[in-house]
């Protein structure tokens, strides 16, 4: 029972990659936050996670994790048998409480890559991951007051549903199920590839078993026990999640007597920047980067298509307000544990030579550069407490790439079969049984490029992701409920402009351009798009909606009158709890 | 019940303009607040970095950016908070009587 997870690395075929990994690890910050951009869930690209060497069988983990998911199929099983109606499936029901749903939001929130990566950066640059931290939370007042109420009222089950509220059906929901199912598929990919590393990494599995492991586990979820087994398992997840990290919070204050001022002087003396790890550094002197990237995290995970059908499971307004309400504060309190994990790290691990490869102190963590927070277990509460989190962070993953599965599904079932395809004459029954092929097909999908992508560096795709969420889908959902001049051709228009310039920047930046395409120097010279490439799609979708004189342009302003009420009022909302 | 008739009868009853508008201007108040120390706060750190660095107090490791920094979550979580209550309170009640009057 009692071995040690991180093993020196094995020479085998993954050599080369793990030493581009170190190397992508040190090679900037900017990267690892490029990866985390994730924001929630996302694990970061292996390149972040440092290593892809295989480590010896971790008994402890695989029993833990066995306990969750043989829970977690028991759920599905409860889960499936009230599981009836399509209302049910893509969002149980509307059944959910605002309580219930702010765990589950937080849930997708707080993955293994805020755990792992935002614990990781406060431990290499102390006061500037916190600032990181601050960047990541700060998005979800915003989404409570400018759009939670507006979203459950107008919503059914997609996003596309409100997208297409007085809109060309056909056109604008299906640019908006493809924008979705974009988003779904990069960030499955990142997922999956993140699974097969980390669970390589901290169990002991073969890269290919755990993704498989993943992908099934992930449609058997998703089919059978639709949206009421995958916000249960998030739920799950969440509360272990949320109770981990504190426990191992409390663990780490208790070596400093609970004081703040004696681990922050640890910290100091223990790293090598000394006192400068208490102000900012220089990885945000650039406003226009940290404004980029704010602006990315920030409206790029409010059009995150997991997150959105979120707002669908509850019964209305007011508990979708509760919702974030209670969210933002498991968040918030999630990531002040979280920095004070990763400082606590700098003086318990930064100084242990167990845990630098080859026992050096200072130089490479064991693992590579996301692992302080693992070490920290291991050194606070032994290989038990390792095991659990290792076990968490398992969970994590499931539980996100279950919802993203569903929200891929349901954009193609319910989006694309039913509203375009069948044009609204397809019954229940042959909606919920593409919806359940489509997550198959999902499955199946998810695995094979997780395996196809397991040699390359992913990063790129986490940045592509949030760019193209910020800039082709948030403009015309936040659009479409803002502002009455919004027409079919400005959200198409404006939507294309959004996606070819989010994929531009990215593919002429450092994390394409140079990392993948092997370039001196970056054409595009800044991490994120999103500032550049969002002002552009509002600018397009509003200018060709004001150019747009046609009658069906008259017809669907006169429309928004309507529309704006039932945002305001929830008069004629979707209520599912009802049905 | 959810067609265009009933709608434009909401339209006309004065409460839901009053919802309306104390909503919005609740929201947008909200929002600057927020948007305004975070982006407040980052301009600080790329162009007075020093601010944040000084000491909370003579000899002390901690610095000034760490409470700033975590006033930033927790204030604009409990503006979370005080914006639900009203949302879901005073203009929930405000919302049923327009939903009310107009359904009658």
């Known amino acids: ?579 | 019940m959810s067609d265009s008739a009933t709608y434009e009868r909401v339209r006309q009853n004065p409460k839901f303009h009053e919802l309306v508008r104390k909503r919005t201007r609740l929201a947008v108040t909200l929002s600057v607040i927020v948007l305004g120390a975070y982006y407040g706060f980052m301009m600080i750190v790329a162009f007075a970095p020093d601010v944040l660095r000084t000491p909370l107090s003579q000899g002390s490791t901690l610095t000034v950016g760490v409470p700033v920094g975590a006033a930033i979550i927790v204030v604009s979580w409990l503006l979370t908070g005080l914006y639900s209550h009203f949302a879901n309170g005073a203009f929930e009640e405000l919302n049923k009587d327009v939903v009310r009057e107009v359904l009658e």
């Open chain 1, 1 to 579: 029972m009692s071995r040690m997870i991180i093993a020196p690395r094995r020479v085998g075929a993954s050599a080369p990659l793990a030493a581009a990994s170190m190397a992508a690890v040190g090679r900037t910050a900017s990267l690892a936050v490029a990866a985390l951009l994730v924001a929630a869930p996302a694990l970061a690209g292996p390149g972040d996670l440092g290593g892809s060497e295989k480590q010896p069988v971790n008994l402890t983990a695989i029993i833990m994790f066995f306990v969750f998911v043989a829970s977690t199929l028991g759920i599905t099983w409860w889960a499936s048998k009230r599981t009836k109606s399509a209302s049910d499936f893509y969002t149980a029901g509307g059944g959910i409480t605002g309580f219930q749903n702010g765990l589950a939001i937080a849930g997708d929130y707080m993955s293994a890559a805020t755990l792992l990566g935002l614990s990781s950066m406060v431990f290499a640059t102390g006061f500037d991951g916190f600032i990181y931290t601050i960047s990541f939370f700060v998005g979800w007042p915003i989404i409570l007051f400018l759009l939670a109420e507006r979203l459950r009222n107008l919503g059914k089950y997609t996003f596309a549903d409100i997208a297409s509220y007085r809109l060309d059906q056909t056109k604008v929901r299906t640019f908006a199920a493809m924008g979705s199912l974009t988003v779904v598929c990069f960030y499955l990919i990142v997922q999956m590839v993140g699974a097969g590393q980390l669970i390589k990494l901290l169990f002991g599995l073969d890269y290919a078993v755990a993704v498989i492991l993943v992908g099934v586990l992930m449609v058997v979820y998703v089919t059978f026990g639709g949206m009421i087994a995958t916000t249960w398992v998030q739920i799950i997840k969440a509360v272990l999640l949320l109770g981990g990290g504190t426990l191992l919070g409390v663990l780490a204050l208790s070596k400093f007597g609970f004081s703040l001022e004696s681990l922050a002087a640890k910290a100091v003396s223990s790293h090598k920047a000394g006192t400068r790890i208490m102000g900012p550094g220089t990885l945000l002197a650039d406003p226009v980067s940290a404004v980029s990237l704010s602006l990315g995290l920030v409206f790029g995970t409010a059009a995150l298509p997991h997150i959105l059908m979120r707002f669908f499971t509850v019964p209305n307004a007011k508990e979708a307000r509760k919702s974030v309400f209670y969210a933002s504060g498991f968040i918030g309190f999630f990531f002040l544990v979280v920095c004070v994990l990763g400082m606590a790290a700098i003086s318990i691990v930064g100084t242990d030579p167990q845990f630098f490869e080859g026992g050096k102190v200072g130089g490479k963590l064991l693992g590579g550069g996301n692992m302080p927070v693992m070490h920290l277990a291991k050194a606070l509460g032994g290989d038990i407490f390792l095991g659990f989190l290792s076990a968490v962070a398992f969970a994590t993953i499931l539980a996100v790439v279950s919802g993203l599965a569903l929200a891929g599904a349901s954009a193609i079932a319910h989006d694309i079969y039913a509203r375009v395809i069948r044009k609204g004459h397809a019954t229940e029954a042959e909606e919920m049984r593409v919806s359940k092929l489509a997550s198959l097909v999902l499955g199946v999908l998810g695995v094979v490029l997780g395996i196809m992508f397991e040699k390359q560096n992913v990063a790129f795709l986490v940045g592509l992701t949030f760019g193209i969420a910020a800039s082709a889908n948030f403009p015309v959902l936040f659009l479409s409920m803002y502002w009455k001049g919004l027409t079919t051709k400005g959200a198409l228009w404006g939507g294309i402009a959004g996606l070819v310039s989010a994929v531009t920047c990215v593919v002429l930046s450092k994390t394409v351009w140079v990392a993948v395409l092997g370039n001196a120097a970056p054409i595009f010279p800044y991490e994120h798009p999103a500032l550049f490439s969002m002002t552009f799609a509002f600018l397009v979708t509003i200018v060709v909606s004001r150019l747009d004189g046609s009658e069906t342009a008259k017809a669907e302003k006169a429309l928004f009158e309507d529309q704006y009420v039932r945002a305001q009022t929830g008069i004629g909302a979707a209520n599912a709890s009802n049905h």
